[in-house]
């Protein structure tokens, strides 16, 4: 790895913080897909309360990434 590519600890926290957003997202889109399947309404309301979560925290997480210091 050469010398430029080495990334500072700002530059990492941000795509670590972007790293994890993705995978919140991908997260909400699976119980959403989850929650389409279920016949309980208190059950469905449940899973896309956890969807809705998983959504906000990658917002939240992409919100701090685009933050200057």
């Known amino acids: 790895m050469s010398e430029g590519s080495i990334l500072s600890s700002g530059q990492r926290a941000a795509w670590v913080r972007g790293d994890r957003a993705v995978r919140y ?16 309404p208190r059950e469905q309301a449940r899973v896309l309360e956890l969807a809705t979560q998983y959504r906000r925290l990658a917002d939240d997480l992409a919100g701090q990434k685009t933050r200057k210091p």
């Open 25 to 40: 997202r991908e997260r909400a889109e699976h119980l959403e897909r989850m929650a389409e399947s279920e016949t309980r």
